[in-house]
């Protein structure tokens, strides 16, 4: 792989001159794929560090003044789902051998079910998704 000029990027074309460019022009396609996806995972990432922070403030306050709003309660219960779902899917992925491949599996299968295994930030219908 060449080196561009002028840039940290490397070039992927290294069937340019052979008949092999569509493989080249999937490799493209793939690696641009990648991206994408790892960029709406960390977008979603910095929201669900967000709302965890909020949701900390929250009980922090239940705890030192012991009410809080029922605004605030239902964000507080909803962050505690997101975060235990978060678990819920980290943990075995650290854990268990293979779990990159299951668990795309078993998120999908749930999805048709109608469960959401995901955190709200990592819903494509979340307002909070779209955010940075």
Same mark, same amino acid.
């Given at each position: ?7 940290? @990027?490397?070039? +992927? ?7 092999? #460019?569509?493989?080249? @022009?999937?490799?493209? +396609? ?6 994408? +996806?790892?960029?709406?995972?960390? #977008?979603?990432?910095?929201? @669900? ?13 239940? #705890? ?6 029922? @605004? ?13 779902k978060t678990l819920g899917i980290g943990v075995p992925f650290a854990l268990i051998p293979g779990a990159s491949i299951l668990i795309p599996i078993l998120i999908k299968v749930a999805q048709?079910?109608? +469960? ?17």
């Open positions: 792989m060449d080196k561009k000029p002028d840039s940290n @990027e490397y070039e +992927i074309d290294i069937f340019k001159n052979t008949s092999n #460019i569509d493989f080249s @022009e999937k490799i493209k +396609i793939k690696r641009n794929n990648v991206l994408l +996806i790892f960029r709406r995972v960390m #977008i979603g990432l910095r929201t @669900e560090t967000r709302e965890t922070k909020q949701a900390t403030k929250i009980a922090i306050k239940y #705890i030192s003044k012991g009410s809080i709003t029922k @605004e605030e309660e239902f964000e507080l219960r909803q962050q505690v789902y997101d975060v235990l048709k079910k109608g +469960i959401n295994l995901l955190p709200s930030a990592f819903d494509d219908n979340s307002k909070d998704s779209v955010d940075n």
